[in-house]
């Protein structure tokens, strides 16, 4: 057969097995492997850079690394960092930092000024949270989505941007963002008005921001008392009419992951619609890497922006693993190329330059004049979450074995013990369980009456937990894995839902204070893992 005809031959099988079920390649892996490590390396650099100021890096401008304090938009971004190290290479230097970077931004939960909130905390306090289980954790996370709420307007029925300018009542694209934040306060016990806030949202930026190709505006000006549009204009684009690469990119992250949290189909077929727009753009280069608006005039050659690069990878990536046929396989295609490109060294810093950014050439605010052909920030958070949405689809898909162990737990040592393994190539989202008033249920006598569960990595204490108090994610997982349901009203059995790196850890429970009894220890992979 000649070469051509083979290749031909071998692209129909590829085309055949992806029309049939979900979009594979994962041809990148050992890259992307390589690429995490390399993150780590080059933030260890960072980290020594700013070591003994306050502040979270944002940008790398004339031989200084910019630190912004928790008033800004991107200082959830660098916590956030951290975590996505700390997941990726399961060291605990990354949680240590990441857990101080992210103190450093707490007190965003309370700013009724900007949208920004969902940004800022999802990235920082949402990873911890995601990654620890940790209870101080989700209440800032509810904090802020309350916040956020405050400057929801239902005449209007979106969330205000911004306070600055001669808007009356602006709305920007970027705003989908921070919808994630809404969605999950509305599952972790937060009103469920959160959720209609979001999906409200979501709706009017879909009959508002986008225009028949499916490109967006980025500013839509709400007259507040009715509702009514005022005007649509631009704030970081080229023009009113033009489309923003970043904006786009917001835009397909945002429906996506609108689908992914309400699975109703329109926030699916919108997110399509964008990443059809992107991909089929004739002004996307052949590396993928956008220039900073489609719209920009070709002479002199516009700046690219590798954040809206790394956004729309992120994004491509979830949205091939939520769609099937020749549709995951051309979002998966893009989002290879872009992570090819972005991995490259046209795009990525050479170790110890850029100011230990990871990403060269990002446009912050071009008609602004300010960060342009920069490193930011949050185009290295999206990368390196990127690179980990690739690898936990694609690497070996070892399991962890679900396991069961009852025993009698009695004071100072008799702790009762199990170990469990993460195994394969990427983190996995684990529900563990320590029940002791929950036996009763079943009729078991003497049990444990307030079990504390901790969980080791080595002699590293990693989470803890000592009441479950009911919480409704926990609660979710359980009826996912098939666990039966605890009723038991006052909580006091203790639970871990958290995600985990590759590795061998340690679970213990013991009696609070001189408690003893029966105890039952459980572990699941929550295998359809809950955001
Ligand atoms: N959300 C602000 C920006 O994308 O620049």
């Known amino acids: 057969m000649p070469p051509s005809k083979r290749w031909s031959g071998i692209a129909f099988l590829l085309l055949a097995a992806a029309a049939a079920g979900r979009a594979q390649t994962g041809a990148l892996l050992p ?41 800004d ?106 919808l994630e934040l809404m969605l999950w306060s509305a599952r972790a016990g937060g009103p469920s008005t959160h959720a209609t806030i979001a999906t409200s949202h979501a709706d009017r930026a879909r009959a508002d921001h986008y225009r028949a190709d499916a490109s967006s505006w980025h500013v839509v000006d709400y007259e507040p008392t009715t509702g009514v549009v005022r005007g649509k204009s631009t704030h970081q684009g080229f023009s009113a009419d033009s489309a923003w690469a970043r904006g786009q990119a917001w835009g397909l992250y945002g429906f996506t992951l609108m689908y992914r949290e309400t699975r109703r189909p329109e926030y699916l077929e919108q997110a399509g619609r964008i990443a059809n727009f992107v991909a089929q ?170 079990p504390r569960l901790r969980l080791f990595r080595g002699s590293d204490l990693i989470a803890e937990n000592d009441n479950w108090s009911g919480d409704p994610l926990i609660a979710e997982a359980a009826r996912r894995v098939g666990a039966f349901a605890v009723t038991e009203p006052a909580g006091r059995d203790a639970m871990l839902l958290l995600t985990l790196p590759p590795g061998a850890y340690t679970a213990q429970v013991s009696g609070l204070g001189t408690g003893q009894g029966v105890a039952l220890l459980e572990a699941y992979e929550v295998r359809e893992t809950l955001p």
Request: aromatic letters at 10%.
């Open 31 to 71: 890259e992307v492997n390589a690429a995490i490590a390399a993150a780590a390396v080059q933030t260890t650099g960072l980290l020594a850079r700013i070591e003994g100021r306050t502040g979270q890096p944002r940008t790398w401008q004339n031989g200084q690394v910019t630190l912004v304090g928790p008033s």
């Open 73 to 178: 938009w991107t200082c959830g971004f660098f916590p956030g960092v951290l975590w996505l190290l700390y997941e990726g290479t399961g060291e605990a230097r990354w949680r240590d930092a990441a857990a101080r970077a992210t103190a450093q931004v707490e007190s965003a939960k309370n700013n009724r000024g900007t949208h920004d909130v969902g940004f800022m905390l999802n990235c920082s306090f949402g990873q911890g949270y995601r990654l620890t289980g940790a209870a101080a954790y989700r209440e800032v996370l509810l904090t802020g989505a309350a916040t956020l709420a405050t400057r929801f307007n239902a005449n209007v029925g979106a969330i205000r941007s911004w306070d600055f300018g001669t808007w009356r009542y602006p709305v920007i694209i970027d705003n989908l963002m921070n």
């Open 281 to 450: 753009h004739a002004r996307l280069p052949t590396d993928k890497v956008p220039y900073w608006d489609f719209d920009a005039p070709a002479t002199p050659t516009p700046p690219r922006d590798t954040s809206a690069a790394a956004i729309l990878a992120s994004a491509l990536i979830e949205l091939s693993g939520l769609t099937t046929g020749a549709a995951a396989q051309q979002h998966l295609t893009l989002a290879e190329q872009l992570l090819r490109s972005l991995m490259s060294p046209a795009y990525r810093a050479a170790p110890g330059e850029n100011g230990n950014f990871l990403l060269l050439h990002g446009t912050g605010n071009l008609p602004g004049g300010s960060e342009i052909d920069v490193p930011l920030i949050y185009g290295d958070y999206y990368y390196l979450e990127a690179l980990l949405r690739y690898r936990a689809r694609f690497a070996e898909p070892a399991r962890l074995l679900n396991l069961s162990s009852r025993a009698f737990v009695g004071t100072a040592d008799q702790v009762l013990i199990a170990g469990l393994v993460v195994g394969g190539g990427a983190s996995r989202q684990v529900l563990i369980r320590a029940l002791g008033p929950a036996l009763g249920a079943f009729g078991v006598a003497g049990t444990l009456n307030d």
